[in-house]
């Protein structure tokens, strides 16, 4: 925003940084003069400035969303913004239905694990492509949106998607630590300016020995070491099916979150899962269900 801006009597409106009328002149949304057109209509009119300018066309429904967004410390993207993948639906479209599910987990899990003074939680699913991934990366954001300060850890060594969602660029991750390449771990977290509250630990280096480097026990050092600093930590790990990692990374933290897809999970395959996690005396907070 401008002093120019500030200065002029006719928008003594405006003189605020986060009000919604200084916000969207400073992103560019409207002009000095729009300004004008929009406060002798909300005068005339009695309604909020938001609503005025969205009746002049002036601004847009998602404009005024976004500007909310920013006065309520809730992080929200518009499209083209972020650069992030288009999977993430809870930043890019946080007040669609489809995002519901992310909140109704998040409320699940905050009143069930995290209100319980535990930190970390696996997630991983019976089965290879069943969208994990996807759905740290959202539980990431809506966690985040609630002001909890979270880290979202990739341990898929060998075949990471959090940075490829999250459009992260760094080379040193969680192999680099668990191999004892990077020292100082935080040059390794990646925190999104975007999101107030979010950060990321990519995978890293993609390693010769993942199963190796995530049974070590290092993982679960790793994760004692860092709980201090957030309210959640939530591990994206390998499926089951093909991969021993999970049981090792699961090891690490305090619970498992398991995906399954309707009509295609198969209940015995589950079992074994759930057998297998109970051996290591791992709890299963719960399971998702998705369709396919």
């Known amino acids: ?5 500030l200065s002029n009597n006719s928008i003594p409106a405006l003189n605020a940084d986060f009000s919604i009328g200084g916000m969207l002149l400073k992103m560019g949304k409207i002009t000095p003069q729009d300004a004008e057109r929009i406060l002798r209509l909300q005068k005339e009119r009695g309604i909020r400035f938001g609503e005025a300018a969205e009746s002049l066309g002036l601004v847009s429904a998602a404009d005024i969303n976004y500007v909310l967004s920013k006065q309520f410390a809730y992080p929200y993207l ?3 913004r972020g650069d992030f993948s288009e999977s993430l639906v809870a930043a890019y479209d ?3 239905i489809n995002v519901e599910k992310y909140r109704a987990i998040r409320s699940q899990l905050m009143l069930y694990w995290f209100t319980q003074g535990k930190k970390s939680l696996t997630f ?3 089965y290879e492509g069943d969208d994990t991934s996807d759905l740290v990366a959202n539980l990431g954001v809506v ?6 300060k979270t880290l979202i850890i990739d341990a898929n060594l060998d075949n990471p998607r959090q ?6 660029k760094s080379s040193s991750g969680l192999s680099d630590i668990l191999a004892g ?15 107030e509250h979010l950060s990321i630990l990519s995978s890293g280096t993609i390693p ?45 933290t305090e619970g498992v979150v398991l995906l399954a897809k309707r009509h295609v999970s198969k209940a015995n395959d589950l079992t074994k899962v759930v057998e297998q996690l109970s051996n290591i005396r791992v709890p299963v907070v719960g399971t998702v269900l998705t369709e396919n």
């Open 1 to 5: 925003m401008t002093n120019d801006v």
């Open 78 to 80: 518009m499209d083209g």
């Open 94 to 96: 946080p007040f669609s």
């Open 124 to 126: 991983s699913s019976v």
């Open 143 to 148: 966690f985040s949106q609630l002001g909890e």
């Open 163 to 168: 940075n490829r969602i999250f459009n992260i």
């Open 181 to 195: 390449r990077v020292s100082d771990y935080s040059s390794a977290i990646t925190r999104l300016a975007e999101f």
């Open 208 to 252: 010769p020995n993942p199963r190796e480097l995530l049974g070590r026990g290092f993982l679960k050092q790793f994760i004692a070491t860092i709980g201090s600093e957030y309210d959640a930590i939530l591990v994206d790990a390998p499926a089951f099916d093909r991969h021993a990692e999970p049981l090792s990374v699961a090891s690490a």
